[in-house]
Nanobody
């Protein structure tokens, strides 16, 4: 079993920055793919970014490309999401996800085995 715990959410003005962290514990694997998803009120959950635990390869949804950066710290079993130039439309609950997910399915929520409890990000205009 793997446990994922997010932190770092909060309230920020448009144009500001936040850094989310996801600490993983339990039976993690070097082959894991780690992802961030978000869900805004009244909307379906959407993919944000993913990173390969073994290769550090990254992938982003178009709407955050160039503004968000996902990274992993193998020594601390932690994944980070640095969010810059935040916009009101980035407001959502952000969830960390992980699992022995094929890289080809990195943007598919159903392909992940483990999920965190979520952290709220609110961007005011």
């Amino acid at each position: 079993q793997v446990q994922l715990v997010e932190s770092g959410g909060g309230l920020v003005q448009a144009g500001g920055s936040l850094r989310l962290s996801c600490a993983a514990s339990g039976r993690t694997s070097g082959t894991f793919t780690m992802g961030w998803f978000r869900q805004a009120p009244g909307k379906i959950r959407e993919f944000v970014a993913a990173v390969s635990w073994s290769t550090a390869r990254t992938y982003y949804v178009d709407s955050v490309e160039g503004r968000f950066t996902i990274s992993r710290d193998n020594a601390k079993n932690t994944v980070h999401l640095q969010m810059n130039s935040l916009k009101p439309e980035d407001t959502a609950i952000y969830y960390c996800a992980g699992g022995a997910t094929s890289w080809s399915l990195r943007a598919v929520g159903g392909a992940y085995d483990y999920w965190g409890q979520g952290t709220q990000v609110t961007v005011s205009s």
